[in-house]
T-cell receptor, first 109, second 116 residues
Framework: EDQVTQSPEALRLQEGESSSLNCSYT??????LFWYRQDPGKGPEFLFT???AGEEKEKERLKATLTKKESFLHITAPKPEDSATYLC??????????FGAGTTVTVRA | GAVVSQHPSRVICKSGTSVKIECRSL??????MFWYRQFPKQSLMLMAT?????????EQGVEKDKFLINHASLTLSTLTVTSAHPEDSSFYIC????????????FGSGTRLTVV
């Protein structure tokens, strides 16, 4: 069974204080690892897809990396508007996504 | 970019009644749609997968007679919660994927269902 574990569960940062979120996974035949941002009461908003170990993608203050067992989402110099829950999901051969429980990030001004 | 529209965003219904939630892909053909349920401070739990024109495939533990899914066209899927009870209160989210995967998995904005 596919498993996705995210840590920490919650992260409180000062504005400008960089940090990283972890997503550990076990899956048979990884087809893709996805990062989403979810604001309260909203659906997930797509951030990145990573397909193979060593791959990296960046968007503004966010950078996602992938190894064979885990992915990291690095937040550089965060701003209050980066406060959200960040979800990691893996796609296996059957096109279903298995989600982690998420990391709730709070950035204080 | 790909957009999925989900309606209603919030609904309150009486116990025993049925509620229909709509999910539409606005600018691509959604050959596959997924329905999730999310409890407070928890992650998304897949309920069912539907392919256009076919019967939905339900995850273990999900009652298919309670959660009716219809995916009759390439742009519309509906989830009907039948004979709703307070324990069905939750946040329901749909996701759509085109056949090629070009647009990835695009999510709707979610529906907050409260059964009183």
């Amino acid at each position: 069974e596919d498993q996705v574990t995210q840590s920490p569960e919650a992260l409180r940062l000062q504005e400008g204080e960089s940090s990283s979120l972890n997503c550990s996974y076990t899956v048979s035949g990884l087809r893709g690892l996805f990062w989403y941002r979810q604001d309260p009461g909203k659906g997930p908003e797509f951030l990145f897809t990573l397909y193979s170990a060593g791959e990296e993608k960046e968007k503004e203050r966010l950078k996602a990396t992938l190894t064979k067992k885990e992915s990291f989402l690095h937040i550089t110099a965060p701003k209050p508007e980066d406060s959200a829950t960040y979800l990691c999901a893996v796609q296996a051969y059957d096109y279903k996504l298995s989600f982690g429980a998420g990391t709730t990030v709070t950035v204080r001004a | 970019g790909a957009v999925v529209s989900q309606h209603p965003s919030r609904v309150i219904c009486k116990s025993g009644t049925s509620v229909k939630i709509e999910c539409r892909s606005l600018d691509f053909q959604a050959t596959t749609m997924f329905w999730y349920r999310q409890f407070p401070k928890q992650s998304l739990m897949l309920m069912a997968t539907s392919n256009e024109g076919s019967k939905a495939t339900y995850e273990q533990g999900v009652e298919k007679d309670k959660f009716l899914i219809n995916h009759a066209s390439l742009t519309l899927s509906t989830l009907t919660v039948t004979s709703a009870h307070p324990e069905d209160s939750s946040f329901y989210i749909c996701s759509a994927r085109d056949q090629s995967g070009r647009y990835g998995y695009t999510f709707g904005s979610g529906t907050r269902l409260t059964v009183v």
